[in-house]
């Protein structure tokens, strides 16, 4: 009697969980994603090929580019993927209704977090074979390809768990899945950053902060999934099971269960949560709103997803603020630290400016998109392009401050101080921004959230694997011309221009497409 | 039309596109008034070493109907962009002339590409490509016999003979077969050249025995092929330029240079006198390729295939159309550790003992300390120069690109110092194992020092095992002869000696080479075994520390007077079994360890 209990509990427990993995099985996207996936292998083993003849340690190079791509696509795709487990159970109010199903809440998390762990598992498992191919290429051994999973595998758990557990205590989909991104990379990067801030001496009279930041580090260190990768590629005589997978899994456990214990806690009462309407005037409005532009849509743009004047004026002290801080303390800062201030405040105004844009090229049709309003924006009798147009005036004049501030930090640090590298470095930086944000705005048309991870994810891939590939395959079709090799002049930048310009223009198109569809399926 | 019909044509159009604009491309051509230029010539036989000032000359043709002035600017590049170094001059070329120009650059990194511009446009550019040499032998004839073949030695117009010392620092030997008529300014460059080193051969001249030479170029009548003159040396051959061959110089005057031709001399040599010449640039090259790693092509894209459609099929039968999703994923898992299990089967089957010659790291910039050799590196940058990753286990300097690979134990911080305990528990442990090394720690003399060695390596039941040895000092190299090889310890195989197994593999290398343009199927043919993938290792390990070592990293490699730098390759460790997740291969340790000499005197 007591074993047939424990069966039912058990059965119902997982209940959700085989739904789940069933569901997926049959989905013909996830089916697509990993023949995609299958494909990209595919296409590496050909970029090996091609570089056998040149370099030695080609099987080497092969897990070192699979195992990097990996972890980026973990980190970027995976935390878009797994921050949303249980946030979209709450925006779309249908957490009570699973409850009411009977599930437990051990069976709720087990149900939504680990058939998504599952799932993408599969995806890496199925890279197995072709990791298995760079032992027969050379560099690598058996057991570094299976601590090189392994490893991946722990981190992809302790991302998945990251995102179980920020998806439970935030309310909106949005800030766990960037609390999700912002703690993954944290636990690949966060030792080297913090090195880096303890070797730039910006705590050296602060001893019990240095303290605390060399806790960290070593702690981060063990865990750190690129430290681990390092070793297992560079040195044979890493343990297969090193203390990062212990670490990695032992905080995973840890967050489920602190997930589990806190369930009842931050989802009672989100059964009937309804999306917070952001474009609520009385949410943004400090003043201005009240005199309507000409430009409607441009005005709407700029009072309400962005927050109209008040938020830019704000925004422009803050900024010229911590220019003119970094300009008054820099001596200060210089003498106590030794590094300097402004270089810090031009980053941060530079990176600031591309969140801004990132985001605003996230929102610039997303956001109508899944609040329902694009098709009755569709209805207004102006053309797209003039829409286009008003939303990016909009997005231009929102801009003013960080790109303002950006450009006098930049002035103030001096150019040569915050980069000096070559010309083209930087141009392909730029083309790649904005193959971003062109990115971005297709896929926040075309998936229900994580456009911004899909894009970086897409432009990772197309970096890491096609690029190189078309690059090769230019190579080896035009083997026998004379091509100019010179990297200089409209032989350096045409064929990025090229490859710029042509994914700008189709992406452009396919978004067209995309708003003229998403148009016609609010009408109908 | 839905987006995905677009995105499908839109993806085609592109393709459409990048395939229409490669079967478009064709080569540049200028317009016909354009500026030509021709012939360009690096060094003295067309190739170019680091760290040194080569002659470029080059021919600047000017096919339109009026003269132009022109300012030729030679520019180093790094790949990106404009390095800030640049040579200017300023020449005026007369319509339909051409004229020969030469400068005199820096050469830093031989692989460098550098850029001639003789105007802002972009078509008023050439890129100009170097032929890196490694350790090129720059030979000159200045010959007045026009029948003389020289045995393909470049030729040099007297003319054109660079009048500076500094153009003359890439240029090793030099030819004559009678005296030149140079200005001043060269003959006193000629003088200065041989002073701090340069070489001259005298050939037999037409007509007579010994080239008079006239004022500027007398010291050359007073000298015979054994006195010194300065650092530098004239030899005198009584043979014509004719019959003179670029062997000659090879093998008799520099004796440095190994070609594949000598090899079998060399060999002899190493045979009956127990040692070999340090530069076996040659030799290397040739077992490189050799060894290069050939893979089954067609096998690994049969495998691919078979696994992807194999996925396929599964994923779209089982998945989608099945209701059970279990037997999706149990395929699915099942078919990916099959394929694993079968390519990991056969990446063992003839491609092991190839794999290990990849997982071997050559120490190439030799500093005191023990390396792990099993470490990966690749072959071709330890032989042409660049950088390569390595492990030290010990204590000493760790070289790279702005990237260190070695662990230090101790870690400086704010506080003071910390001691990295792993890393420290190595360098214990590798200090250990030093301890049952031979001792040689003593103040021995060179020839105490050998014969402890050649102890330690005729020994086979020592603990670790030696496998090779070598002394280094400030100017020779020994490479202690394993006189004891043929009873088994090191023997590779069928191969009696070490030159019948280079005879052997250059046959089986053309075979490989003709098998090659049947297809895949050469690389069946070979695969070394394991001690002979060690053997070049050591090798390269040898020939590279004393030429690049030298070359690129003169404080750290010079061995000081007095002392000896000691190389030794032995088994790897049992005590660092780190192995232990593939137990098949086996490591080699390298130590490198400096002792003080005892004077003999």
Known sequence: MTDLTSLVFFMKLLALLSHTLAHQARCPVAHRLRIGNLLLMTLIVAMAHFTASIYEGVGREMIRLLSGLDMLLIVVAGSSHFGSVITEEKEQGTLGLLKLAG?????????????????????????????????????????????????????MILVGNLGLFFSLVCRRNSLAVSLTTL???????????????????????MLWVTGALQWIESQLNVISIDDRLRAIIMFRGVDILGPQIGQSLGLSVGLFLGAWALFDRFTEGTESVEREPRLSPRRWRLWGTTHVWKNAIAWKDFHFPSGGWGIWLAKGLVLAGAIMAGMAFEAQYKAMTGSQLREIVAYGCVGLMIIEILQLAGNLFGEEYHSGTLPNLLLIPQSLSQMVFSKLWAGAL?????????????????????????????????????LLCHLTVFYSLQVKRGALAMACATLIVAGAVLLPSLAMATQMLLADQ?????????????????????????????TVMAIHRAGEEGVS | MR????????????????LGAVATAQNIEDSPSAIQVSDVEWGFDGTVRGKTFIPLRLNIKNPGDQGRDLTLRLLRSDGLSDVSEEYRQQIHVSAGISRRVQFLPFINDASDPWILRWGDGDDEMLELRTNGADDGVACLVSSNDPTATTGALPRWDEETFPSSVQALDGLRVLVLDHEPVWTRAQKKACEDWVRLGGRIVLLKPTGGDTIPFGPGLEFLNHIDATTPWGAGRVSRLAIPAREFQRSTIERHILGRRLSLGDLQHKLEMFERN???SYDRSQVLGTLKELAAFSQRWWLIYLMVFLYVGYQYRVGSRYGLLLKNPRGLYCRMVGATVVASIVICVLSRVGFRNADRVRTAAIARPVSPGVYDVEGWATLSTGLNGGLHQFSVVGDGPVYGAGESYGQSPVRVTEQGCEIDQPAFATQKMAYRIRANLPDISGNLTSGDLQTTLLAALRNPTGSPRIHEAAILTGSSLLRLPRANSRQGILEPGSSSSMADWIREQTVRQHHRRRFHALGMWGSLVYSPSEEEQYQMIFDELLGNAFRVGINVYPDSFVVPPGQARVVLMTDWPKELAFTGDYPDIEGRMLYVIDVPLRSTE
Not at chain 1, 144 to 154: D, K, M, N, P, R
Not at chain 1, 190 to 204: E, K
Not at chain 1, 484 to 498: I, V
Request: aromatic content about 10%; hydrophobic content about 55%; proline content about 5%.
């Open chain 1, 103 to 155: 599930f437990s809440n051990l069976g709720l998390l087990l149900g939504k977090s680990a058939a998504r762990v599952l799932s993408v598992l599969l995806i890496f498992l199925l890279q197995l074979p072709f990791a298995f191919l760079g032992v027969m290429l050379g560099g690598v051994s058996p057991g570094q390809v299976i601590a090189v999973f392994l490893a991946l595998a722990a981190f």
């Open chain 1, 183 to 205: 703690t993954g990379m944290l636990v690949i990067w966060g030792d080297s950053i913090i090195g880096f801030i303890l070797t730039a001496g910006h705590t050296r009279r």
């Open chain 1, 398 to 434: 929102h801009l003013i401050p960080s790109s303002v501030a950006a450009l006098a930090a930049i002035g103030v640090a001096g150019k040569e101080q915050l980069y000096s590298g070559p010309q083209m470095r930087l141009l392909a930086w730029t083309a790649g921004l904005i």
């Open chain 1, 482 to 510: 004379q091509i100019p090799r010179s990297f200089q002049g409209p032989e350096a930048w045409a064929p990025l221009a090229y490859i710029a310009i042509m994914g700008c223009g189709g992406l452009q198109f396919a």
């Open chain 2, 3 to 18: 987006p995905r019909h677009y995105l499908t044509g839109l993806m085609s159009l592109c393709l459409s596109l990048y």
């Open chain 2, 274 to 276: 127990g040692q070999m």
